[in-house]
């Protein structure tokens, strides 16, 4: 097995292709940190400068991150997921809801769209469907702002995880 270059060693078209998808269908936010990673560079460096990007984006375009995520369960079947996407929702058994699940997850789905005007976003490695469930319920209620900053730590939350999987490559 031939080993990939670190970060730093990979040209910027390839940098983008590696780590564009970190942040869901965001690849601006690895265009910005490239030019800062060096040989070597360790997970969390990687993370912070990431999260430092989007921490300092303008609010409408923290919004377009938080819409490009899939919506959990309502839309599981139809939804154009990422592999990682794909592979996140299936780990927490997103895709096993009974029907009383999934109709409950659809409502909390279209109340908390209609409330927020972006998806419900919860980083569901290492959680079950009834634990994620549980947080839409509570969530649902938030302020928007309170909801807009928990969506974004979640999405910080997604990217740290999904760099730990593929840092493993490198």
């Known amino acids: 097995m031939s080993q990939t270059p670190y970060p730093k060693q990979l040209n910027e ?51 377009e991150l938080l819409c490009a995520h899939p919506d959990l369960a309502g839309r599981l079947s139809l939804a154009e997921l990422t592999e990682s996407s794909r592979s996140e929702q299936t780990g927490a058994g997103l895709d096993q809801c009974t029907p009383a699940e999934l109709a409950e997850f659809q409502e909390l789905n279209n109340a908390y769209l209609e409330k927020f005007g972006f998806p419900f976003i919860f980083a569901v490695k290492g959680f079950h469907r009834a634990d994620i469930l549980e947080a839409f319920r509570v969530r649902v209620h938030h302020s928007r702002e309170e909801e807009f900053n928990t969506a974004i730590e979640q999405v910080h939350r997604i990217a740290r995880l999904r760099l730990e999987t593929i840092a493993n490559e490198f």
């Open 13 to 63: 078209t390839q940098f983008i292709e590696a780590f564009g998808s970190i942040y869901e269908h965001s690849p601006w936010v690895a265009e910005a940190v490239y030019t800062s990673m060096t040989p070597g560079i360790d997970v969390r460096v990687m993370a912070e400068a990431m999260q430092s990007v989007v921490d300092e984006a303008s609010d409408v375009l923290k919004l």
